[in-house]
């Protein structure tokens, strides 16, 4: 019965093997491509097209961390301005603000609408502020114009991180772009109307995207900022002009890990019978897959981590993330939605199972993260049925613990500060092998072991109370 759950993972590599021909094609016959300021324009010049909004200016990037550490070198703001940030992010991001001397203040997030409270927001600014932060997770958006009326009511940056909510470009015609703004695309390709794309919101000063390994529309690198302010943008992208050019020997290394890993993590027929050898051997190979595909595996020391980051993509890069932005289908993104909400509709709504942001008012899925009561607990089950739970698939981490164990923490973790609901996010949440490639049959074996195995952890829980 569930001899086909062994093979597919909870996380995946959202790229097909004629991609990967494609890469290595550009990287052979690299001296053939355009020159850097051409590969530079067709992408922004793709994205103006895509845009509903034209009063943007697009700088392409080696990821998101290069573009805020570019927004910060260039507005050098005075040691110890504070960043007010939503609670869940990545390591790296944190240890960007700390490394140019600023604090972090961290505010927390309603787990079912993924929104920090606007009131609380106004308690945590200080004269001091300098900027608010928001991260969209797991493919989530949440409408951020409450925030972005704030931060230009008291002349602050508001920097909107897309990294894992890039859900396609806007079925609009190019030549139909709405004058108002609204935040979400006015064309609904839905039954039920819901918006499908989302290009961040037109206000914010900066939007981050990813096309990392694990992204969708993965470049296997790159990112890409959308900046308002024309100013802001001169600097950035003057500054950014004068840091060297990304190593093509080191992106082609990374491209065949990840080539590697492709079988690995993508492919049924190769999954199945090594998961076979791993099990028995008791191998913990999801830790090794991750490490190998993380940029970052553990919080990076700064000299580390600016070395990898002050970088412009090399020209194969460019040219990719302009290929794929072309040829993308988005049947992976339709499938994957329609996956997801298959297997939430038909779990059970039990008090040791929880949903993440199922209130936002766009819902995509970016990984199939769930909360449960016991997540240890809960992983172990699933694995004698051999179903690939996994707790660390993202370096997703609630700030106010990196603080803590950094023994570096700017403010006091007073009620004022706390972030109870991210925390326990983080310690509860697990991903399920629920995606664009897994079918129907063995969705189906998955939600009946899920039910079963929350019911057992439910009854453990009453038993336990008697």
Known sequence: MTNYLDSYKSIFLDIKLRDFHTIFSLIRNEKRLSSYNILNQNLTQFWLDKNHFTNHFYLPLLCVRTGFDLFLRVNQFPEQSEIIMSAINIPSMITLVQYHNLKVIPCDINLDTLKIDINHVKRLITSKTVAIVYAQIYGRCVDVSELIDLAYEKNLYFIEDCAESFAGFCSCSSKDKTTNLDLYCPTRIQNNSEPTCYMGHPRSHITLYSF?????????????????????????????????????????????????????????????????????LNLNHMEFVVNRLRAFSKPPQPSELFLSLRRQPCRPLLAFLYHRFQTYDYEHLHKQKENAFYVINNLKQISTLQFIGMNCQLKNFWLFPILVSKPDLFVKILSKYHIDAYRGTTQLNVITKQLLDADNLPISIDDHHKCPNAEYLIDHVIYLPVHCYVPKYVLKQLIDIVNRTAQEIEQYHLRSKL
């Open 212 to 280: 990392g390994v694990l992204k969708f529309c993965t470049s296997l690198g790159g990112g890409l900022a959308k900046i308002s302010d024309y100013n802001l943008y001169k600097k950035m992208s003057e500054l950014y002009e004068k840091d060297p050019i990304q190593n093509t020997e080191q992106y082609s290394t990374n491209v065949k890990k990840y080539f590697y890993l492709f079988w690995l993590l993508n492919i049924p027929y190769v999954i199945k019978p090594l998961m076979s050898i791993i099990r028995l």
